[in-house]
C-alpha cells in the first residue's frame, strides 16, 4: 500500500484508564432499543421511501417490538413533516411507542420541529451539533467556546419552545463526531447541555454518544463510553446512548463493548442500513444476546418476514452471509459440517438436554422462523454422506445404513460436481428413487412364495428379456432362500449381505423400506432399497434392486 504515512490515529483516548468494563463477561439485559431505520436509514436509499411505504415500515417496527422510533427531521423537507403528522393526525402511534424527531441547534429548525409535534401524545427531541476537530477547524471554522454556544443555545431554544407546546418531550443531545472529539471537551460540551436542561429522575435526559464515522478498535470506544459515563454530571438521571457507525466493521462490537461500559440505550437499524457502510445492526446485536440467553425485548421470531418486508420497501439487499437474516448463514455445504450437525441433531432428539447446543448452529433456526430443510444442509460437490443422509431422513423418512450413505455421498456429489450447482432435496431424493430403489431391469419380480420348514423354500416368478422365469431356491431363512435362487440362476456370487429396515415415517405410514448391500468377489459393494406395504416383499425387492445394480455391472465388463 502507497501513502501510509499520510494516515494517523484521528481518536482520542480519555484522559484516564477507563477498564472496567473490560471485568464483565457479557451483556446481562436487553437496552433501550431506538430503531433510526426511518431517519438515518431512509436517508442512506438511493431511492428514500415515501409515505405509504414509511408507515408500512413503522407499523413492522411497532410489531417486533421497538418503543422508541426515530421517525424523522421534520424541518429538513416536506416529506419528512408530513410523515410526522400523518403518524400523530391518524392516531397511528400506539401509547407505549415513544417518536423521536432530529433537529440541529438552528432557531428556525428547532421551531419547525416544535410545530410538526403538535399533537404528539410524547417525543424525544434529539439536538445535535458537531464537535470534532475535523468539523470544529474545516466545516464551521469555530473555536471550541462558539461550538458550545452553539449546542447551549440550542438547549434553552428546547426548554422553552417544549414549555410553549402541548405534549411530553424528553431532551436528547448529541455531540455529532463524539469519536473524533477531545473526551474531556466531549464531556465539557455534554455537561454544558445537561446544566440548562438539568434533568431528574421524572425527566431523565438522553446524552447519546455516536461513532459518527467509527475511527477506532472497539476497546477504544468503550474506555470512551466509560469515562463519559463515570464525570457526566446528573449521571442518575441521564439515560446514555450509543449510536454507532460501522465504517471499521465493528458497529457491533462498539454496541456490545459500549453496553458492557454502562450505555443504557442503542440507536440503530434493522440488518445494518446506513450512511456509507451503514449503522448499528440491531437484528445481529439482539440475537447475539438472545444466543447468550437474554431476552433482547424484540420479536425476531420471523426473521424471513421482516426480511421480505425490508429489502421490499427499500430496495436494499441484505448479503447471503449476513449474521442470522442471510440466506446461507445457518447453511453447512461442507461434508464434515454438516455430519457433526446431523449428528448433533440427532444427539439433542435422544437426550433431549435444556440448552441449544448443537455444532455449528449458534442458534436454533426454527426460533427466528427459518427451516431445517433447506435452510440447514444444503447439498454441492463439497457435501458428504452425513448431509444428504440428514436431507434424506428429516424430509422424506429415509434412514439408509451407514455404508450406503457413504455409497449414496459419492452419487449425488459426482450429478452435483458435473450439473457445476447445488442439488435441491427433491432432486436428491430423486436421484436415490432412480439409482436404488425397485429397481427391476434386467431381472423384475413378478411373484413369490416362500415355504417354512427346516430349511426355508422359495419358488420365485421373475420377468427378463426372455421372457417370464421361474426360480427356486433353499436357505437358512426367507430372504436368503430367495438370495441363493438369484445367484443360481444368473451364475452369481455374493456375500456380505447387509440388511436393515424401517416403516416409512413421513409420507404413507403403511409402507416399508429396507436396504440392502452385497459384496462381490471382486470386493464391490452394490445397495439397492425396496418400497412396499409389505415388509418380505420390500426387503425381496431390495435384494432384486442390489443384484440387479450387480448384473448390470457384470454385463458391462463382459
Not at 431517519?39 to 408500512?56: C, F, S, T, W
Not at 428546547?158 to 463526531?177: H, I, V
Not at 430443510?373 to 422424506?396: A, F, T, V
Not at 426355508?456 to 436357505?475: A, H, P, R, S
Amino acid at each position: 500500500m502507497k501513502n501510509v504515512e499520510k494516515y494517523a490515529r484521528g481518536y482520542f483516548m480519555p484522559p484516564e484508564a477507563s477498564l472496567n468494563w473490560t471485568r464483565k463477561e457479557y451483556i446481562t439485559e436487553a437496552p433501550t432499543w431506538c430503531s433510526v431505520d426511518l431517519r438515518d436509514g431512509n436517508q442512506a436509499l438511493i431511492v428514500p421511501m415515501n409515505l405509504e411505504e414509511k408507515l408500512e415500515y413503522f407499523k413492522m417496527l411497532v410489531e417486533i417490538g421497538f418503543k422508541e422510533i426515530e421517525v424523522g427531521f421534520p424541518a429538513a423537507s416536506e416529506t419528512e413533516f408530513t410523515f410526522l403528522r400523518t403518524l400523530i393526525e391518524q392516531n397511528l402511534i400506539p401509547d407505549d411507542v415513544t417518536i423521536q424527531v432530529l433537529t440541529q441547534s438552528r432557531e428556525h429548525i428547532i421551531r419547525k420541529t416544535f410545530d410538526s409535534l403538535k399533537g404528539a401524545k410524547k417525543a424525544v427531541v434529539h439536538l445535535y451539533n458537531s464537535t470534532s476537530v475535523a468539523q470544529r477547524d474545516q466545516v464551521f471554522r469555530k473555536s471550541k467556546e462558539e461550538i458550545i454556544d452553539i449546542a447551549v443555545s440550542g438547549a434553552k431554544l428546547l426548554k422553552e419552545c417544549a414549555s410553549d407546546t402541548e405534549g411530553n418531550f424528553q431532551f436528547q443531545y448529541s455531540p455529532e463526531s463524539f469519536t473524533g472529539t477531545e473526551i474531556d471537551f466531549a464531556l465539557e460540551i455534554c455537561n454544558q447541555v445537561l446544566g440548562i436542561w438539568q434533568p431528574t429522575a421524572e425527566n431523565p435526559v438522553i446524552i447519546n454518544l455516536p461513532a459518527t464515522v467509527s475511527m477506532s478498535m472497539p476497546h477504544v470506544y468503550a474506555s470512551q463510553i466509560e469515562y463519559m459515563s463515570e464525570h457526566l454530571n446528573y449521571r442518575e438521571h441521564v439515560i446514555l446512548s450509543l449510536h454507532p457507525h460501522n465504517d471499521r466493521g465493528t458497529g457491533v462490537a462498539d454496541a456490545e463493548l459500549g453496553m458492557l461500559a454502562g450505555a443504557q440505550r442503542v440507536e440503530g437499524t434493522l440488518f445494518g442500513n446506513g450512511e456509507r457502510t451503514g449503522n448499528v445492526d440491531i437484528v445481529t446485536l439482539a440475537l447475539n444476546m438472545y444466543s447468550h440467553g437474554v431476552d433482547p425485548k424484540l420479536n425476531f421470531e420471523n426473521i424471513p418476514a421482516i426480511l421480505s418486508v425490508y429489502e421490499r420497501l427499500t430496495k436494499m439487499k441484505v448479503s447471503e452471509r449476513h449474521p442470522y437474516g442471510g440466506e446461507l448463514v445457518f447453511t453447512a455445504f461442507s461434508g464434515s459440517h454438516q455430519d457433526a450437525i446431523a449428528k448433533g441433531m440427532k444427539w439433542r432428539e435422544e437426550k433431549e438436554p435444556q440448552h441449544w447446543s448443537v455444532p455449528y448452529l449458534l442458534i436454533d433456526p426454527l426460533d427466528i422462523g427459518r427451516q431445517y430443510e433447506g435452510d440447514i444442509i444444503r447439498i454441492n460437490s463439497q457435501s458428504g454422506k452425513g448431509g444428504i443422509g440428514y436431507i434424506l431422513q428429516q424430509k422424506y423418512g429415509l434412514d439408509l445404513p451407514q455404508k450406503m450413505r457413504e455409497h449414496f455421498g459419492y452419487c449425488v456429489k459426482n450429478v452435483s460436481d458435473h450439473q457445476q450447482k447445488e442439488l435441491l432435496p427433491n432432486e436428491i431424493y430423486d436421484i436415490f428413487i432412480k439409482e436404488y430403489v425397485n429397481i427391476n431391469s434386467p431381472i423384475e419380480l413378478v411373484r413369490y412364495r416362500i415355504n417354512d420348514g427346516d430349511n426355508f423354500e422359495t419358488n420365485v416368478v421373475l420377468k427378463t428379456d426372455g421372457g417370464v422365469q421361474e426360480i427356486t431356491g433353499t436357505g437358512d431363512g426367507r430372504l436368503d432362500s430367495v438370495s441363493n435362487a438369484l445367484q443360481a440362476y444368473l451364475g452369481l456370487q455374493y456375500g456380505d449381505l447387509v440388511y436393515t429396515e424401517h416403516a416409512l415415517e413421513i409420507g404413507s405410514k403403511s409402507q416399508a423400506v429396507s436396504y440392502i448391500g452385497i459384496t462381490a468377489s471382486d470386493s464391490s459393494v452394490y445397495w439397492g432399497c425396496g418400497i412396499d406395504v409389505d415388509i418380505m416383499t420390500s426387503s425381496i425387492k431390495a435384494l432384486f434392486s442390489a443384484v440387479n445394480q450387480m448384473s448390470r455391472n457384470s454385463n458391462k465388463n463382459n
